[in-house]
């Protein structure tokens, strides 16, 4: 087990280069770090899920600023995800610690998150630079109470996982025609409102709990303040990049790490 000092130095750096990788990929690097918080920094269960959600409070603001700065908030969309991701994460959070305490159930549902999500990484491509923003056909897009519903769904998976749900709700919104530089700003404004909404939850529960529910402050502030350089950094060398490729590793990788969690649920 790593001293304090070095957990939130390793984690502070993992988190940064996790960030880097994928941001320019549309995903926020969440997704990756709470395996990384069980197998590396020892984070115990369920205390990891908020710790998670900490790093999404602690990162996401610089990128929802700077979609701010350039007139893109999410407008009628956030405030849709929103309704829906709150309670959702606060259903889940409330799941993942009177229901999902086990490490074999909880490892069963990760790999259910992680191996989808992996796959649709590495199986899409993502719009060509250069390229208008397609026009939603008004067939397409999903009405209001359905956003609602299917945020309120992903928001509870990202309660009991630990993710804000962006890189769940972002392809299915573009998927369905509504346009990238709407749902951007959207998906990561629902990720800062839920996951302090999951935080919060969290911390009421561990009031009443014996086993460690809170998160791990000193190890979520460090995975915070290094997702955050890495999303800026990310963000800034998107066009450099090729994003395909990155989208491509990083759903193997995804995969992988999901495959290996199914393992682990299935023979212990």
Same mark, same amino acid.
Request: glycine residues 12%; aromatic residues 6%.
């Given at each position: 087990?790593?001293?304090?000092?070095?957990?939130?130095?390793?984690? !502070?750096?993992?988190?940064?280069?996790?960030?880097?990788? *994928? /941001? $320019?990929? #549309?995903?926020? %690097?969440?997704? @990756?770090? !709470? $395996?990384?918080? &069980?197998?590396? @920094?020892?984070? =115990?269960? $369920?205390?990891?899920? =908020? /710790? +998670? !959600?900490?790093? +999404?409070?602690?990162?996401? =603001? %610089?990128?929802?600023?700077?979609?701010?700065?350039?007139?893109?908030? #999410?407008?009628? !969309? *956030? *405030?849709?995800?929103?309704?829906?991701? &709150? =309670? %959702?994460v606060i259903a889940g959070s409330v799941i993942r610690v009177e229901l999902l305490p086990r490490q074999r159930t909880f490892d069963l549902v990760v790999a259910a998150v992680l191996i989808p999500l992996g796959i649709w990484l590495a199986l899409t491509r993502p719009p060509r630079a250069g390229l208008p923003d397609p026009t939603p056909s008004a067939g397409g897009r999903l009405a209001t109470p359905v956003v609602v519903t299917l945020a309120a769904i992903v928001g509870c998976i990202g309660g009991i996982y630990g993710i804000g749900g962006g890189s769940i709700l972002s392809p299915i919104l573009i998927g369905t025609g509504r346009r990238p530089a709407e749902v951007a700003p959207a998906a990561l404004s629902s990720t800062f409102v839920t996951s302090v909404a999951g935080v919060i939850t969290f911390l009421v529960l561990s009031s009443r709990q014996h086993a460690p529910v809170a998160p791990d402050w000193s190890t979520g502030i460090a995975l915070g303040i290094g997702g955050l350089a890495g999303a800026y950094s990310g963000a800034r060398i998107q066009a450099k990049l090729p994003e395909l490729a990155i989208r491509r590793v990083l759903g193997v990788l995804v995969v992988i790490i999901g495959v290996r969690y199914l393992w682990s649920g299935l023979v212990t």
């Open positions: 087990m790593l001293g304090q000092g070095w957990t939130d130095a390793v984690a !502070l750096l993992a988190a940064c280069l996790l960030a880097v990788i *994928a /941001t $320019p990929a #549309g995903v926020s %690097g969440a997704v @990756l770090l !709470l $395996p990384f918080q &069980v197998s590396v @920094l020892g984070t =115990p269960s $369920p205390a990891v899920t =908020p /710790t +998670n !959600l900490l790093y +999404n409070v602690i990162a996401t =603001p %610089g990128a929802i600023y700077r979609y701010w700065r350039q007139g893109q908030t #999410g407008g009628r !969309l *956030a *405030a849709s995800l929103i309704a829906g991701t &709150v =309670p %959702g």
